[in-house]
């Protein structure tokens, strides 16, 4: 069997000589092109079940080299993800240059400025952990705690992938702050750049046979597509091992073998060669149906097929998923993963090493914006695309087993593990936890020594409590304004945003500094149309089109499109299964309500029975729904409104607004919320 590319050049760059010249883009005589891909056959007529892959002689070269992009070339020359960002991290300089820029992605940075300064650019870095399933240890919380206070801005980020970022790191402290999370039992390894970041699972810490082997496939998948070599710990702790926990041998056996062609003999990275992916590649692990990991938005996602008995059988796999597009760039879009097929449970990491490959030989590296799987996919077509998979994987794939209703679950307030313990889910809005609800955590996850793991919603969750702990945790808690659900706005719970401005690069508009007050807009607009309190729709919001907060999947989705203007998605699901769709354009943040009232107007009276708000936009259609905007006058008869005095002395309204202040509330809303909840309990309680 024939080797591709990468494995050419991994042999030929252990010549010094052969390195300088590939470093200034020159071929050694008689080399073979570095544009070697491997070819594969078309599979057979007959029924065989098996597949081979074969590798074509390559032709001597006598056009020009393939357009590459600028990243691809860094890439090459970067010694595996060295050079020059080991240089520039020794020089005085604040910044990286443009090289290392791209590089120190895939140590888990980027490089960015506070654009809310004028003058002269303050240069920091943001870092991103990598946590697969959302799992953080207890001392790896509490190191990333001290790190954020010491050398950060001080607050810690949950993002949507369940894990941490810290934003306003020096140059000067990278090293510092990277080698504490590496001997703290973290990594930021791949948290970023052109490889497989943070592997999803359900965060729940449930015992049930299902779950815990959905979250054991995440680690296996996490360690088969991790580098292997070494660059991250040369760079950062000068080459020390720190982790010595061994390699499930399964995980090690699927890296190692080259039964059809997948991997580069005798190079430091079996599978990503010198260029890596052409993009970042993004994995989720789930059971039939919970989708609170977003399943359809991933390059790959994975779901654990039982029998009768709850005992794990193999996996459906979904491919092409992806949320990035570029404004008016049409053939740039989001996309939902398809059905690939089936397979058995010993087979899962062979298939997933095809599935990388495939995108690794065929992306596109000529033009980034175009390079993610789920174009390949959309070129190709699913058919095309799963015959060369099975080359590389040397099986077909079984039919796509039959999965019950997808469900969004939050895993919100309190619940029990399975094996005696209990956990309690957090709302954090925008994921952003500072001033007294960072001190109170600290203080609960140290003083009764949690772990913790991270939601892909953004929130947190506290796990392994006894049942003696629960009324002092749950006290505490709340006087640092993280209360259970119930006492939540419903707009709240599933709302998420970007960090955008002012730090972000990307960001057209705001994302997380500009929600709190569009969803006390969006509450308004509920209360004036008449829409109840406990009625919700699902709200994301980003400061550009790359899509970091998954508005595409939103039942209202806004998308950063100009200065203090917003593109405006509708059509998703709450279960997260449907792609929403552009209504409108450039639309100021000063005339939100201009569309926003008619749409939830017409939802309250239109609708049908249990029809949520993006099914209703979906079967009304766009055309019907944007002349009603346009046509729009106001309610025919606004709702009646009851304005109570809640507040009888200075004292109780103190104590209110000091708390709803940590909820980016007023007294009086908070107040309306506690009374709503006691009536509805009372109300239920009567019923049952």
């Known amino acids: ?29 008689g080399s073979v092109p570095w544009s070697r891909r491997v070819h594969v056959m078309p599979v057979s007529s007959s029924n065989s079940s098996l597949v081979t892959a074969t590798a074509t002689p390559v032709k001597p070269d006598i056009s020009a080299e393939p357009k590459r992009s600028k990243v691809e070339i860094f890439k090459e020359h970067s010694n595996f993800i060295r050079y020059p960002l080991n240089e520039e991290l020794l020089n005085e300089n604040p910044n990286i240059n443009e090289a290392a820029t791209q590089l120190i992605k895939f140590h888990g940075s980027y490089q960015q400025t506070n654009r809310d300064e004028r003058g002269s650019k303050s240069y920091q870095f943001m870092l991103r952990t990598k946590n697969p399933c959302g799992k953080v240890p207890n001392k790896l919380y509490l190191a990333m705690d001290d790190l954020a206070d010491e050398f950060g801005i001080g607050t810690l980020r949950l993002t949507t992938r369940q894990t941490f970022q810290l934003h306003g790191i020096l140059k000067k402290n990278l090293k510092t702050v990277m080698s504490t999370i590496i001997k703290n039992m973290g990594s930021t390894l791949g948290a970023c750049g052109d490889l497989n970041r943070n592997v999803l699972a359900p965060a729940a810490p449930f015992t049930s046979k299902g779950y815990v082997f959905a ?7 996490a360690a088969l597509l991790t580098p292997q070599s070494g660059f991250y710990y040369d760079m950062w702790v000068d080459g020390e091992k720190i982790m010595s926990a061994e390699e499930p041998p399964e995980v090690v056996k699927a890296r190692n073998d080259n039964s059809h062609g997948t991997n580069f003999p005798d190079s430091p990275e079996p599978i990503y060669g010198t260029q890596f992916l052409p993009r970042k590649f993004k ?23 039982s029998d009768a008995d709850g005992e794990p059988q193999g996996f459906n796999i979904y491919v092409g998923g992806g949320m990035g597009r570029t404004h008016r760039v049409e053939n740039t879009f989001p996309r939902l993963g398809e059905p690939l097929g089936f397979v058995p449970k010993e087979d899962i990491l062979y298939a997933v090493k095809a599935i990388v490959v495939t995108q ?16 390949l996919i959309s070129s190709w077509g699913i058919e095309k695309f799963r015959s060369v998979v099975e080359q590389y994987y040397g099986k077909k794939f079984e039919p796509f087993r039959e999965l019950p209703e997808w469900e969004f679950k939050s895993y919100l307030g309190w619940h029990e593990q399975g094996d005696g313990g209990l956990f309690c889910g957090l709302h954090v809005d ?45 006290t505490a808690l709340a006087q640092a304004g993280l209360v259970l659900p119930r006492y939540v706005d419903p707009l709240n719970l599933t709302a998420m945003a970007c960090p955008a401005l002012p730090l972000c690069p990307l960001a057209i508009t705001e994302a997380e500094r500009g929600i709190p007050d569009l969803l006390k807009r969006v509450r308004a607009v509920f209360d004036k149309v008449g829409l109840k309190y406990n009625e919700s729709v699902v709200i994301r919001v980003t400061g550009c089109p790359n899509g970091c907060a998954r508005p595409y999947m939103a039942e209202l989705g806004l ?28 639309v100021k943040i000063h005339d939100l309500e201009k569309v926003f009232e008619p749409l939830f107007y017409t939802w309250k009276y239109k609708r049908q029975a249990n029809e949520s708000f993006g099914d209703f936009t979906n079967r009304m259609g766009f055309e019907r729904l944007h002349e009603i905007v346009e046509k729009w006058e106001g309610p025919v008869e606004a709702p009646a409104r009851f304005n109570l005095r809640l507040f009888a002395d200075k004292k109780t309204f103190e104590a209110m607004d000091e708390l709803a202040r940590l909820q980016n509330k007023n007294a009086h809303q908070l107040a ?10 009372q109300q239920n309680g009567k019923a049952e």
């Open 215 to 221: 979250q054991e496939t995440a680690d296996n998948i």
């Open 283 to 305: 994995v989720a692990v789930t059971v039939p149906g919970d989708n609170s990991v977003d399943i359809l938005t991933n390059d790959i996602g994975v779901v654990v097929v």
């Open 1 to 29: 069997m024939g080797t591709s590319v990468g494995a050419t050049n991994a042999v030929i760059s252990k010549d010094p000589k052969l390195q300088i010249q590939r470093f200034h883009g020159l071929r050694p005589s």
């Open 430 to 474: 925008n994921g952003r936890i500072g001033g007294k609800m960072k001190s109170t955590l600290r203080e609960l996850i140290e003083k009764y020594n949690l772990s913790v793991r991270l939601t892909p919603n953004q929130n947190i969750i506290l796990c392994d409590i006894r049942r003696a702990w629960r009324r002092p945790i749950t």
């Open 360 to 375: 690794r030989e065929n992306g596109r590296r000529d033009e980034r914006r175009y390079s993610r799987m789920k174009y």
């Open 559 to 586: 998308v950063g499109d100009g200065p203090n203007s917003y593109q405006i998605w509708l059509g998703g699901t709450p279960n997260q299964t449907s792609l929403a769709r552009t209504f409108m354009n450039k």
């Open 672 to 681: 309306m919320e506690v009374i709503r909840n006691y009536v509805a309990a």
